[in-house]
């Protein structure tokens, strides 16, 4: 697939860390959040994952995203990302850690991750945002698969009920503490929320988690940022929704 | 979906580590390649996940393998599993240690554990398994879908030249040492190989790798093991196939 001409933003030169990401991919969300949870200054860099840019895909031969670098260190993927920060700056972060505890729970906040940002998102962010906006600018010329879209948010109320359920039993979604669990599933809702698709109604219990997570300082640039031709609805910035 | 009734093998009540697999699930057996390498005792428990036996998801909602349990401890999912042991065996594990290194390197092996485990299974893997095996046994009545089956032939031949590059470069997949890089690609042509479905002669330093991982004493027990009612090709075991 040959890449088509686009303009990066000039990088800042100070900033230490880029991370190339797609605005509504809840994967890079997740890193986003999490670099702004350590209080780290980083520059984006959006991607196309369909471009397949010769330069990113140097980077990360897979082509997705997200992918991070900091002094010319690649960390491709979310996983390799959050563990990376865990290893570089969780030690000094005290009870900011976002990787918290001893093995037994750090596997715990693993598998969330793993069903947040795998199989929650292949079940619900992903037939969304293919159907109703990458098919928009991938030039594949195909229009919007409306049966996948049920199926996204069908399995989105599922996925709403989990975090309820597991909300009725902990402060946060691994335990005693905010960890990148909380980070990945409020990405992942963001993402739908952002489409409209999220029916806050059906689960008090999440929607008072994610209006919590909403609320962090982290998360107010993702809530601030728009996708050119797509506009959110207004309660997807509002933290009392 | 109901659960149909099996037998499980008794517990041995010495062994501490209890693993939930699926013999040609490539996850399952990256987890018995590490565990082994580890020197770990475990016992083996099949799972056929299109069961959905009701103690297994409870353990594990995602109803996925592998599942290890040790002391009461269940860490679902293979990257969880592959960090708990490294966090809890890896420290006094010296140089044989299956994730080492410093934060750059450990984030060259998680990106291949995705390469292997995420996206090569999903092209490769996964379409072999599921026309081939799966549907004998899942009742779904479904016949083998020989496309998904050329698709997953022809995207092995891709991921059999990205072995071959790197190890035209490399001691071993990430680097140096070998890491749990190298179990996952093994236990991913494992699986093909035990169909039967490598084409070996395309490349000779992908096939001298594997001949070497193949012959590590870890490997000794998958190769040993055979699927009912599936014969593999007499290569399969043969160190200098």
Same mark, same amino acid.
């Given at each position: 697939m040959a890449s088509s001409p686009r303009t990066l933003r000039p990088l800042n030169r100070?900033?230490?860390?880029?991370?190339?990401h797609s605005?509504?991919?809840a994967a890079s969300r997740t890193a986003r959040l999490c670099l702004a949870e350590y209080g780290l200054a980083f520059e984006l860099v959006e991607e196309k994952p369909w471009e397949r840019r010769t330069e990113f895909l140097a980077m990360n031969p897979a082509g997705t995203v997200p992918v991070m670098v900091e002094d010319g260190v690649v960390v491709s993927g979310i996983g390799p990302i959050l563990e990376y920060l865990d290893e570089t700056r969780g030690p000094g972060a005290g009870s900011r850690r976002l990787l918290p505890g001893a093995p037994a729970e750090r596997a715990e906040v693993r598998r969330l991750l793993d069903w947040f940002l795998v199989k929650m998102r292949s079940e619900v962010s992903s037939h969304l945002v293919r159907e109703k906006v990458t098919k928009r600018f991938d030039r594949s010329?195909?229009?919007?698969?409306?049966?996948?879209?049920?199926a996204g948010k069908a399995n989105l109320r599922y996925h709403l009920h989990y975090i309820g359920f597991l909300m009725s039993q902990r402060s946060?979604?691994? =335990?005693?503490?905010? &960890?990148?669990?909380?980070?990945?599933a409020g990405a992942e809702l963001s993402v739908a929320d952002y489409l409209g698709d999220v029916p806050w =109604?059906?689960?008090? &219990?999440?929607?008072?988690?994610y209006a919590r997570i909403k609320s962090r300082p982290s998360f107010r640039a993702l809530l601030a940022e728009q996708v050119a031709g797509i506009s959110p609805p207004q309660a997807y910035t509002d933290l009392d929704f």
């Open positions: 100070d900033a230490m860390i880029v991370l190339h605005p509504l991919d010329g195909e229009s919007p698969d409306t049966t996948a879209i049920r946060f979604m691994a =335990g005693d503490w905010l &960890t990148v669990a909380d980070l990945a =109604g059906e689960d008090e &219990t999440a929607k008072t988690w």
